[in-house]
């Protein structure tokens, strides 16, 4: 993990002499799901709300275009519970180690700017629970098999965010920002294993984040102005 973070930022680095370069943390909070196709799948699932966290390194130039790129632990899956008892219900909880590259563009030069987000990501599972709670009736009898299934070890997706940026001094700036997953990985299945009668399944996600980072390199907002002042016709207050 060390080796992989000095190694971003020795990318960031090398790859760029001017702009604004800043490195630092974030923390989240997110309501997460699956989307099972037929929809009939969802209809006892309620949201999981699962904590994130993680490093973020920020790179914008002089035009306030730049990239994002984040190493990130997060929990996401789905959660399942009776409508009409709430005593019976079913919880899968999945750990990604996840590495989110998107593009980051932001609005102003002031000390309030807006920004957004958008790019790729992939997430490498760490570990896989179950909670399970009167829920026999759901498992056993479900003609899916939707239940037994092990999820990838790998997944991917994009992301889609908007928030807001404050520069409260020269070297320190606090971000908060709302993130979407656009479910559009090529329809991958999460299961290893395509379940009966299942056609589609994807990992769900609307969350939010805070964070603070330290700006290693302050951004360039204005260019020095050469100023040409002839040798000859200067008037050096003597009379001819």
């Known amino acids: 993990m060390r080796r992989l973070l000095f190694s971003i930022l020795a990318v960031f680095t090398a790859a760029t002499s001017w702009g604004q370069l800043s490195f630092g943390v974030r923390a989240g909070f997110g309501s997460y799901g699956a989307d099972f196709e037929p929809p ?72 309030f700017r807006v920004y957004g987000l958008i790019g790729p990501y992939i997430a490498f599972k760490q570990s896989e629970k179950e909670t399970i709670k009167n829920y026999d009736e759901y498992i056993y ?19 889609v965010g908007l928030g807001f940026r404050i520069n409260f001094c020269t070297r320190f700036s606090f971000f908060t920002d709302v993130r979407y997953d656009l479910e559009v990985a090529g329809g991958q299945n999460i299961f290893k294993k395509q379940p009966n009668g299942i056609q589609a399944s994807r990992l769900t996600e609307l969350g939010g984040s805070i964070g603070l980072v330290f700006n290693l390199r302050s951004q360039k907002t204005t260019e020095e102005k050469e100023y040409y002042v002839p040798k000859e016709g200067i008037n050096d207050g003597m009379d001819y």
């Open 141 to 159: 009898f479900s003609p899916n098999d939707l239940y037994h299934q092990k999820v990838r070890d790998i997944d991917f997706g994009n992301k």
């Open 40 to 111: 009939s799948l969802t209809r006892n699932q309620v949201p999981l709300y699962e904590p994130s966290f993680g490093f973020v390194g920020i790179f914008n130039d002089k035009s306030n275009a730049g990239v994002q790129v984040e190493v990130n632990y997060a929990i996401k899956g789905w959660h399942e519970r009776d409508k009409d008892d709430s005593n019976m219900e079913y919880k899968r909880e999945l750990s990604y180690l996840e590495i989110p590259v998107m593009t980051h563009f932001e609005i102003g030069r002031s000390w």
